[in-house]
């Protein structure tokens, strides 16, 4: 049987992942330390903060797109027309871009700024600023009790801003970084996919359950990012295995069998060069253990297997019995919850089990007509 040389056509990529994971792992760390990595967050804190302190009806955080250079509304309260947005010659907002310093208007109606914000009567704006370049304003409007903006309230407005730059700096770095990590990890995926007939859609599908199941578990935000790649990367060993042999119609034979136990132990060593990667590569090596210790492939059992991989065990089987096979029909939801029940304590972990049931109880899954 032809072997595929999986590991030069890999390595390069698995570099490139390694690098961006690197970086990413960073910034989880950093976030921990300091503050949410979520951009919504952030910018939703810092309107709330200036509202409360400075007193007024609307405050709106505007990001600049540096792709397209126009600026658009993040998060905003009060009267703020979230769909409008502001390219260089809404000069309202590009003077404080370019000067880097707040602007106030007490009577935006009578100055030339009046079409940019329709409807507000006086507008304070400061640039939010990161490590060396603007990424965007933050504007409060109209103070309660029609009073005027005073120097008290850009020195407000300024502190707000300047403590949150660098979050939202790295909020957006951490997307941007998680979003090209992701995307490598689906193409290897995908690739992986089209060579075998039924596996399509089977991770994306096993990941979506692994991360329901891991937020029943109240699992932290960092556990959830490597149960995701876990999952996304967990059957990448089958590169390795023989194409006649995944796709094979009939059921598999010993020696088949023998070869497809292979995987999770090729995945770990494709993966093994990455060594931030170490969680989920122990995850994707384990995800065949049973809880009892019987029947794995290594031989684990209870808390020496790692709790994603546990996790990722009974998402892996419920899409495997929920999904037709050439050589047996699909089961349907119920019959496959009962199975995942029937192996609770024996190849799977109790606790996994239970969150398991109490997630799938409540939803309907879209993938499957059960
Ligand atoms: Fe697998």
């Known amino acids: 049987m032809a ?22 792992s960073l910034l989880y760390r950093m976030a921990g330390m300091f503050a949410s990595l979520s951009i919504d ?113 850009t020195k407000l407005l300024m502190a707000i801003s300047s403590q949150a730059g660098l979050s939202v700096e790295n909020a957006m770095l951490y997307a941007e970084l998680e979003g090209l990590l992701l995307g490598a990890i689906r193409s290897l995926v995908k690739a992986l996919e089209a060579t075998s007939h039924w596996t399509a859609g089977h991770t994306e ?14 699992l932290e935000a960092d556990m959830l990012e490597k149960l995701k790649i876990s999952a996304l990367l967990h059957d990448i060993g089958k590169i390795a295995t023989p194409r006649e042999i ?27 060069e990455m060594v931030k990667f170490n969680e989920v590569i122990l995850c994707i090596k384990y995800h065949h253990e049973h809880w009892n210790g019987k029947n794995g492939i290594f031989g684990l059992k209870y808390e020496e297997i790692p709790l994603l991989a546990r996790i990722l065990s009974v998402a892996d089987t419920f899409d495997a019995l929920t999904s037709d096979r050439p050589y047996r029909p699909r089961r349907n ?38």
């Open 246 to 272: 995944l796709n094979k119609n009939d059921a598999l034979s010993e020696q088949e069998l023998i070869e497809i136990k292979k995987h999770p132990g090729v995945g770990a060593e494709i993966l093994g």
């Open 3 to 24: 072997v595929y040389n999986y590991k030069d056509d890999l390595t390069a990529t698995v570099q490139e992942l390694s690098h961006a994971y690197e970086e990413l």
């Open 41 to 153: 967050d952030i910018c939703s804190r810092m309107v709330d903060e200036a509202i409360d302190s400075i007193g007024v009806k609307t405050a709106a955080v505007l990001l600049l797109d540096e792709k397209t250079g126009v600026l658009h509304t993040k998060i905003s309260r009060g009267a703020w027309d979230n769909t409008r947005t502001y390219s260089r010659d809404a000069e309202v907002f590009w003077k404080t871009i370019r000067t880097r310093k707040p602007s106030a208007f007490c009577r935006l109606a009578e100055t030339p700024y009046r079409d940019d914000i329709p409807g507000v009567r006086s507008l304070l704006v400061c640039p939010i600023q990161g490590k060396g370049r603007t990424i965007g304003t933050i504007a409060v409007a109209d103070k309660e009790g029609n009073q005027e903006f005073f120097s008290s309230d």
């Open 205 to 218: 599908r096993v990941t979506e359950y692994a991360l329901a199941i891991g937020r029943v578990l109240n």
């Open 333 to 370: 939801r119920e019959e496959a919850i009962q199975e995942i029940r029937r192996c609770s304590g024996s190849q799977f972990d109790p606790s996994v089990v239970g969150a398991f049931i109490a997630w799938v109880s409540t939803t309907t899954l879209p993938h499957q007509a059960l």
